[in-house]
């Protein structure tokens, strides 16, 4: 619906003016999980996972969950990608998250994106099944191969989660004009 104004029809100028600015508060972590001896946790089977330890970003409580064999996704039942998701622990929870994992490059000390978030999602701990996020993120035999990410039979991931709080309002000071 468009609106017309036509200059005979302006308001008259306002006396007061008032202004503010909508912010989202967002409180931002990294936890840095190393699957040592890779090989003897392969054959766990599709759809287990390796839990890393519980770490806290704004007030909530999350983890890392590796699927070595992959997330179980695959209907076939193979062995597929692994998988990276993150639990939110927090039980009787719902948190606004955005996350992304990244795979050390262990010959550079870099990092590589495996998944980002394009924006965040609710993650709901009250629901079943609502508290995990993830997806496969690359096959054994290309990791396997790779002379940068697996050396000494060792992956190191990072995970940086950033919570998104209510959105914060406030006034903002308006210039007048004379």
């Not at 468009?2 to 931002?28: D, M, N």
């Not at 003897?40 to 699927?67: E, M, N, Q």
């Not at 054994?140 to 940086?160: A, G, K, N, T």
Request: charged share 25%.
């Amino acid at each position: 619906m468009a609106v017309e104004l036509s200059p005979a029809k302006q308001l008259p100028r306002a006396t007061t003016r008032t202004a503010s600015t909508c912010t989202a508060a967002t409180t931002r972590g990294t936890h840095v999980f190393k699957i040592a001896d890779y090989s003897l946790h392969k054959g766990l089977g599709p759809g287990k996972f390796i839990r890393s330890a519980t770490f806290p970003v704004g007030g909530y409580d999350w983890c890392v969950r590796y699927y070595p064999d992959g997330d179980g996704r695959r209907e076939d039942g193979s062995r597929g990608e692994l998988a990276l998701h993150l639990e939110l622990m927090t039980k009787n929870s719902k948190v606004r998250a955005q996350f992304e994992f990244l795979l050390d490059d262990q010959s550079t000390g870099d990092q590589s994106f495996l998944i980002t978030l394009d924006r965040p999602r609710v993650f709901n701990a009250v629901e079943a099944g609502k508290n995990v996020m993830g997806t496969g993120i690359m096959g054994p035999s290309d990791l396997e191969q790779s002379p940068y990410y697996l050396r000494d039979d060792c992956l190191v991931f990072h995970c940086d989660v950033i919570v998104v709080k209510e959105p914060m309002v406030s006034e903002m000071p308006v210039a007048s004009k004379v």
